[in-house]
């Protein structure tokens, strides 16, 4: 872990903040590829304002990097998330060759990176760096807090919401 990859995880959460002001899960995803400063690729959530299940933070992120460098094996990617990715979005991560997965909270009821399981004990023919845990606290107060102003919300009379 160094400082660029801390530098990367705050800019996964500032799009995890933009995906909660816009009444979404806070999920934020970023993929950088190797030898270059910028990141490729930015997303948030937006299964909820697209209405569509495969909207995941780590799914928008890798389908801008392909869209972005040409082609679907992110081989020098290392991708960047707020949340231990789910099993959908862990197969992804497989199919696109990403070089590495660093991610922040774990998810104990749909991580597929250890919490419920671990996609990658598999005997698959690509297998990414895995670091959870960083930048864990800032990531889990963030979904701490949206799930708790969205339970206040539906806890409020119709007028109010």
Known sequence: MNEYDLQMMRLALREAEKAAAAGETPVGAVLCWEGREEPVATAGNLRETKKNALYHAELLAI???CARLGGWRLW?????VTLEPCPMCAGAILNARLKRVVFGA?????????SVFSLFDYPFNHKPQIEGGVMA????ALLKQFFYELREKRKAPFSEK
């Not at 774990?106 to 250890?114: E, S």
């Not at 606290?137 to 889990?140: L, Q, V």
């Open 76 to 80: 020098k990617g290392t991708l960047y």
């Open 106 to 114: 774990y998810d104990q009821k749909g991580g597929a990176m250890g």
């Open 137 to 140: 606290k800032e990531s889990e």
């Open 63 to 65: 389908h801008k990097a």
